[in-house]
Structures are given as C-alpha cells and as structure tokens.
C-alpha cells in the first residue's frame, strides 16, 4: 500500500517536471506497473492446470468489460496484439491501454465495487477486498494529467520479470541535485529519440502502403496480360473466321449471279410473297399490341372500379349494419309500447266488467225490493185469507214458502251464471274458440284492427313467430 503511494506520486512529480508525453522506457512509469502488478497480485487465489498451480490477475480485469462497456475496445485491443500468448502479458498490456486511456482509476473503482464478483478471484484478506483497494483506486484518479504513449509490439510482455526498484524512492538532496543537471540533456536526448522513432513508423507506414500498391500493380499487370493473351488469340480466331467468310460470302455471290440469271422470276414473286406476309406480320403484331394495350388499360379501370365497389360494399354494409341497430330498437320501442296499449287497454275492460256488475247489483236490488213487497203483499192477503178460510191457509202458506224459494234460488243461479259467463268465458277474436280468462289473457294487434284484441296462447305464438319472421 504504500508503495503503491509512493510509486504514484513520484510518477505524477516526475512527469510534471518532465513535461512531454512519456513513453515504455520512463522507469518511474515501469516501476508503477509493477507496484500496480504486485497489488493486483496480493491475495490472488490459484487456479490448477495441466502445469501446475497458475496465478493471473487477467481474470479480475476481464470482468471489467462485462460492468462497463467502454473497457471492451481495450479487451478486444488485448487479445488482437500478436506477441502475447501468456495471461499475464495480457493483464499488462490491459494496464498500459487503460493508462493511455486515461480511465485506469474508473474501470478499477467499478472492479472494487464489485466483491460479489472478486470473491471468485481473491481470498477475503486481500488488498482489492480491503478498503486500502479503493484508496488505490482513488490515488489513481491523479494519473489523468499524465499523457502517455506506450509502443507495446515490440515489447515482450510475456517474461518480463517484475521486481521493485526501491532505490528510487531513496535518493539524498545531493543526488537529486546533480541529476537536475542532466535531465536537461536527457530530456532532449529521449525528444531526438521519440522524433526519429516516430519519423520511423511514418516511413514504415509508407513503405507498406507503396510495397501494397505494388502488389496490386503487379497482380494487376498479370492480370491485365493475360487478358492481352487471350484477346491475341481472339483477334486471331476471328481473321481466320473472316478470310473464310469471305471466301464464303465469294463463292454465294458467284453461284447466285448464276442462279439468278436463270432463276430470276421466280425468285421476284417469291420476293413479293415474302414481303406481303411481312407486312401482314408486321399489321398484326401493331394490332396485338395495341389489343393488348387497351386490355391492360380496361384491366386497370376494372381494378380501380373493383377497388370503388368493395369501398362502396364496405359503406353500405355498415349503413345495413346501422340500420340493423335501429330496427332493433324500434322492435324494442314497439314491443314496450303494445305492453302499455295491453295494459291501458286491460284497466278500461276491467273498469267496464265493474260498472257492468253495478248495474247487475242494481237490478237485483231491485229485483230483491220488488220480491220483499210482493212477500208483503203476499203476506198480508195470507192474513186476511187466513182469517177467512182457517186451517187450509197453512198449508197453502207452506206450498207458496217453497214456490218462493224455489223462484228466488232460480233466479240467483241464473244471475250467478250471467256474471260468470260475463267474466270467466271469453272469446279469441282470431280464431273465434271460446277460452278461460286465463287462457285469453294475451293481447296482441291482428291485421283486421290496429287495437291490440284478445288471443289465445296458441294464436299469439303463431302470431309472434309471423311477425319475427316479417320485420315490415
């Protein structure tokens, strides 16, 4: 831990006195590597292999790329250089990048975050699970004034042995004085140095550019004379074919000159026919075409009218649709307005079936009036007759007792019967059957009348069904 302090400060005073980009041979920045390497090592668990027992801080950085995103240009960069073949040349070349980069404090603060995850690593007393590993992570955050520019390809990583140069951080006043003198030249020195060497990969660079468009020029020569070849050849195959087409061509316009000398009439017609029928060819390919454009024509009203019809069919299917919804309710509206009508129409019979059974109250009130005044009347001719004939008025009284009973109960059985006839037997008005109350208790309009009349219950499921089945 406190090298780790010392090794970073006097990295940061050292290149601020220095004050130019520092490089792989500055010893203070060598020398932090390997404090930041015996740290990254400190506590570190071994992993058996095939070899033996191996202990690499590689695994712990790469899961940097797995918390952070940014980190996995570096990792890939890592696994890309071509000289490394080892885990640990890999974890110091992670180091050196993250240094260019300027992100060497963030990606190991998000690393110590994680324990959960250093667990797998690291045994618990370890420095990067104690808290003097975020104190390192925070120590670091100084290095981002330091710029840096690390050649790592020529650099053997690999076998490089890390080992702790404590004389450095032991010079006297004397020392240190003396050496003020020659940083001077040596910082010009190492500027020659770094110029020349970066004069160098710029020649270097451009050597590989040329040697490339060479190769390219040279493949492309060969190439371009080998197509030279072949269109030699061709050009020769194709003199040969024109000397003989011409011998050819020769020999047809001798033998025709003879032919047509003695043929020549015939080949006239022929000639004519051939261009009759060339012409009619010609009409009616125009025709075809012109056919075949106004199809192609009337094909695309025919979508376009198809396109408007099924535009059209989907509008009224939802108007129908609308119209439906309407119908309904109308259906709805009409049905709850015949059970009003019904039930109005029901109060006005009742209140006529009262007034009717008053006026029957009234007549037999009547009747009962008329009956006690000829009892009286009866009665009294009895008395006067009783006195007058004597022991035949008893009997006689007893003969009309029971004829005026008989007379009364007569006629109370047929005024009972006309009230019930009045009250419990009606008629349907559709089919004329004559029904109890209760079976003519349905109403409903008939086509005869608007009013709704009464029905049996047979004739108003007929008509129900008749009328769900005829809307209008």
């Not at 075809?288 to 059209?312: F, R, T, Y």
Request: some cysteine; hydrophobic content about 35%.
């Amino acid at each position: 831990m406190n090298m780790a302090k010392l090794s970073i400060k006097g990295l940061i005073e050292s290149a601020l006195n220095l004050g130019r980009t520092l490089d792989s041979d500055y010893a203070p920045l060598q020398q932090f590597f390997v404090v930041m390497e015996h740290c990254l090592k400190h506590g570190l668990k071994s992993k058996k292999t095939f070899l033996g027992q191996n202990k690499s801080f590689w695994g712990p950085l790469e899961l940097v790329e797995k918390l952070t995103p940014e980190a996995g240009e570096i990792t890939a960069s890592v696994k890309d250089l071509p000289g490394l073949k080892t885990p640990l040349g890999r974890g110091r070349a992670w180091l050196r990048l993250a240094l260019m980069q300027k992100k060497l404090s963030d990606y190991m603060k998000t690393i110590i975050n994680r324990k959960d995850l250093l667990s797998e690593f690291y045994e618990p007393n370890a420095l990067m699970m104690e808290e003097e590993g975020a104190v390192i992570a925070g120590l670091l955050v100084g290095l981002n004034v330091i710029d840096a520019n690390l050649c790592m390809k020529g650099e053997d990583l690999d076998s490089q042995v890390g080992v702790i140069d404590f004389s450095m951080y032991l010079k006297d006043s004397t020392h240190s004085s003396k050496s003020t003198e020659g940083d001077g030249q040596i910082t010009a020195i190492l500027d020659q140095k770094n110029y020349v060497e970066e004069l160098n990969r710029h020649l270097s660079a451009s050597v590989n550019n040329l040697q490339a468009k060479v190769d390219a020029l040279e493949k492309s020569n060969t190439k371009l004379t080998e197509e030279l070849a072949v269109a030699n050849n061709r050009i020769i195959t194709l003199q040969e074919e024109m000397e003989r087409g011409k011998e050819e061509s020769s020999y047809l316009v001798e033998s025709s000159h003879k032919a047509s000398r003695a043929d020549g009439t015939a080949n006239g017609q022929v000639l004519g026919e051939t261009r009759k029928q060339l012409k009619e060819e010609t009409q009616l390919r125009l025709d075809v075409e012109k056919e075949l454009e106004v199809q192609i024509g009337m094909k695309q009203e025919m979508e376009l009218s198809m396109k408007m019809l099924e535009k059209d069919i989907c509008e009224k299917h939802d108007a129908l649709v609308e119209l439906r919804q309407q119908l309904d309710e109308m259906r709805t509206l009409n049905h709850d307005v015949c059970l009003c009508l019904s039930g109005f129409d029901i109060i006005s019979r009742l209140e006529e079936k009262t007034n009717q059974m008053g006026s029957t109250i009234k007549q037999l009130e009547s009747r009962c009036k008329k009956a006690e005044r000829e009892r009286d009347l009866a009665d009294e001719a009895n008395r006067l007759f009783k006195q007058e004939f004597g022991d035949k008025i008893e009997s006689l009284q007893e003969e009309v007792e029971q004829l005026r009973r008989q007379r009364y109960g007569d006629l109370l059985i047929v005024v009972m019967l006309h009230i019930l006839v009045n009250q419990y037997i009606l008629q349907c008005k559709n089919c004329s059957g004559v029904f109890c109350e209760n079976c003519v208790a349905n109403e409903l309009p008939l086509p005869s009348s608007i009013n709704p009349e009464h029905v049996c219950d047979v004739c108003y499921s007929q008509l129900l069904q008749q009328y769900s089945s005829s809307p209008s």
